[in-house]
Each structure stands twice: as C-alpha cells, then as structure tokens.
T-cell receptor
Framework: DQQVKQNSPSLSVQEGRISILNCDYT??????FLWYKKYPAEGPTFLIS?????DKNEDGRFTVFLNKSAKHLSLHIVPSQPGDSAVYFC????????????FGTGTQLKVEL | NAGVMQNPRHLVRRRGQEARLRCSPM?????VYWYRQLPEEGLKFMVY????????ESGMPKERFSAEFPKEGPSILRIQQVVRGDSAAYFC????????????????????FGPGTRLTVL
C-alpha cells in the first residue's frame, strides 16, 4: 500500500533549466510534506517542506507546490545545477502521527551540462 | 556541530547471527527514528524513540527486531538471527522535538538523517 508515490523513477534536465519533480499521495490525513535529497552512500538531506495550510513555499532555487484537491505536490528547482544531481524523496506526515514520515520511492535527477 | 552519527557504516553478517546498529543523535536531540531502505524502494519507518521510551514501533517487525535509546549512550537497533531479507540500508534520524502540527524548515521538528548502516546478510 504505497501512500506516497513518485511515478517518475528518473528525470534528466539541462543545466540552467527548470527541474520539476512530482509526488502524489493517497492518505487524506497527511498534512505536512517534505522533500529530501540523497546522494549515494549518504543519508537523506532535508530540503524544503510545506504544510497543508499553504499551497506554495519557496526557499532560494527550490519551490514546493501543494494541490490538496488533487493530492499532488511538486518540487521545482530553477535554475538546475549539476550539483543537484541526486535522488529526491517526497515524504509526508500526519498531525497526531508522531512525526512518522512516509516516503515515496524517489526520483533520480540528473542535471547535464 | 556534529550531525547524526551511525556506526558501523557497513556490516556483514551470516544468517543466524546478530546485528547491532548504533545511532548517536545530533547534540541536544532527544527524539530518534529508525528507517529501513530496501533496494529500489523508499525509506520505511520502523520505530520512534525518546530517551528510555519507545513511542511508536508500528513499523518494526514483531520478531527478531528490537530498539532502545538509553538515558546514556546511543540508540541501538538490534536484529537477532538475521536472514537474507534483512539486507538493507538502515537510517537513523533525530529531531529536537516532535508533534508540532506545522513545522517549517529549521524548526525543531525537522528530522535530520545519519549516513546509514548498510547491512549485508550472507
């Protein structure tokens, strides 16, 4: 039962262009969403988050959009840089869920020169 | 300011042996979470602990797995009588606090992850 889905296992983008990573969820109790970035042989690194009371949160080159009616969120990276090449995980939690995170399966982003 | 530390980074065990994975949270953090990542999958929650207490172990297999976070020392994830299916990357995360409904970047709720322990069962 995959409650958080990232349907694109990989994405390739040219340096300087926009990267858009997508995530869908099924559990309507989720009210807080996060994106983590992961390099090989390292742990996930927190990037940006958004709560269900907002539809957009921006931090530098990273913007997360939330569409609650569609149960969909996306991460926009602009401009994309080669150092952004990594696996990106979408995660969600529910109030009262004890801060437990439910992760998607990840999208491998490759930013090409 | 040291991050979350995990050791060992790599652990090889034969079927039937015991595996002990250690996690030292970030300084001042009293909330610890363990996640497991199987090949080609996302991270799956296993257990959430505060000092000396297990808060939520809903993701941990009922048999052979146990976790503790003593008053002094690191959190330990223990797997007894390992089987090949236990081969995975085990990640520990810590946070300063928990339960705030709408945390934002840098808030005390954010979970910070360690580098993981890669367990291989032969």
């Amino acid at each position: 039962d995959q409650q958080v889905k990232q349907n694109s296992p990989s994405l390739s983008v040219q340096e300087g262009r926009i990267s858009i990573l997508n995530c869908d969820y099924t559990n309507s109790m989720f009210d807080y969403f996060l994106w983590y970035k992961k390099y090989p042989a390292e742990g996930p690194t927190f990037l940006i988050s958004i709560s269900s009371i907002k539809d957009k949160n921006e931090d530098g080159r990273f913007t997360v959009f939330l569409n609650k009616s569609a149960k969909h969120l996306s991460l926009h990276i602009v401009p994309s840089q080669p150092g952004d090449s990594a696996v990106y995980f979408c995660a969600a939690s529910a109030t009262g869920g004890g801060n437990k995170l439910t992760f998607g399966t990840g999208t491998q982003l490759k930013v090409e020169l | 300011n040291a991050g979350v530390m995990q050791n060992p980074r790599h652990l090889v065990r034969r079927r039937g042996q015991e595996a002990r994975l250690r996690c030292s949270p970030m300084k001042g953090h009293s909330h610890v979470y363990w996640y497991r990542q199987l090949p080609e999958e996302g991270l799956k929650f296993m257990v959430y602990l505060q000092k000396e207490n297990i808060i939520d172990e809903s993701g941990m297999p009922k048999e052979r797995f146990s976790a503790e976070f003593p008053k002094e020392g690191p959190s330990i994830l223990r797997i007894q009588q390992v089987v090949r299916g236990d081969s995975a990357a085990y990640f520990c995360a810590s946070s300063l606090s928990s339960g705030t409904p709408h945390p934002y970047k840098g808030s005390t709720d954010t979970q910070y992850f360690g580098p993981g322990t890669r367990l291989t069962v032969l």
